[in-house]
């Protein structure tokens, strides 16, 4: 079956732009998670959902970033007024805590590049 | 705290040999979860195993063999007669509770290199 897909794959935008991240989990998966790698770095965490509902929202930086995930599937991370220490490539995983308790699988990721 | 340590920043070896990838972990739970995956130059992390705290037998899977020791709290990860194909990041990660949920901590990542 199809894993989790990411788009675009690539992004490359200006000091101040904002964007949007798209997720497309495993199918029928109920748990979604966003992390930020950044080069030499091992993916850190974000934000994770449950269904609809953001269940730890911890690692969010900051107010700039947030995300959505409006129909329990596919979920958007979106980034107001980039700044260039947002550069990173971004995460997205899926699980199915019913089924297979803690194994989250990864999509490709996104490049975000802010000039 | 909870924290994932990889020490081995780099790795290199020459096709055949064996090769350890240490992992030490932190954590004050008393449940938890190890997990570890390969990032190879595509950038796709891969999942390669999961043990849970309760578990401390040793796993084999082809070449591959995990070594989780609770007294050290280390979870090290073995590749027997490594390929050119073995040569990716590999990363350790921690997910702390009972919970079927929540987020993992990842270590900084081990760069092998596998030379033909």
């Known amino acids: 079956g199809a894993g989790v897909s990411q788009t675009p794959s690539n992004k490359v935008t200006e000091k101040g732009k904002y964007v949007e991240l798209r997720c497309d989990p495993i199918?029928?998966?109920?748990?979604l998670y966003w992390y930020r790698q950044s080069l030499g770095q091992g993916p850190e965490f974000l934000i994770y959902?449950?269904?609809?509902?953001?269940?730890?929202d911890s690692g969010l930086p900051n107010d700039r970033f947030f995300a959505v995930r409006p129909e329990g599937s596919v979920s958007t991370l979106k980034i107001q007024r980039t700044e260039r220490g947002d550069s990173a490539v971004y995460l997205c995983?899926?699980?199915?805590?019913?089924?297979?308790?803690?194994?989250?699988?990864f999509g490709p990721g996104t490049r975000l590049t802010v000039l | 705290a909870q924290k994932v340590t990889q020490a081995q920043t780099e790795i290199s070896v020459v096709e055949k040999e064996d090769v350890t990838l240490d992992c030490v972990y932190e954590?004050?739970?008393?449940?938890?979860?190890l997990f570890w995956y390969k990032q190879p130059p595509s950038g796709e992390l891969v999942f390669l195993i999961r043990r849970n705290s309760f578990d401390e037998q040793n796993e084999i899977s082809g070449r591959y063999s995990w070594n989780f020791q609770k007294s050290t709290s280390s979870f090290n990860f073995t590749i027997t007669a490594s390929q050119v194909v073995d040569s990716a990041v590999y990363f350790c990660a921690l997910k702390p509770g009972g919970s079927t949920l929540g987020r993992l901590y990842f270590g900084r990542g081990t760069q092998l290199t596998v030379w033909p």
């Open positions: 954590t004050r739970d008393t449940t938890y979860y």
């Open positions: 959902f449950q269904g609809t509902g953001a269940a730890d």
């Open positions: 199918s029928g998966h109920t748990a």
């Open positions: 995983a899926s699980s199915l805590p019913e089924r297979s308790p803690d194994t989250q699988y």
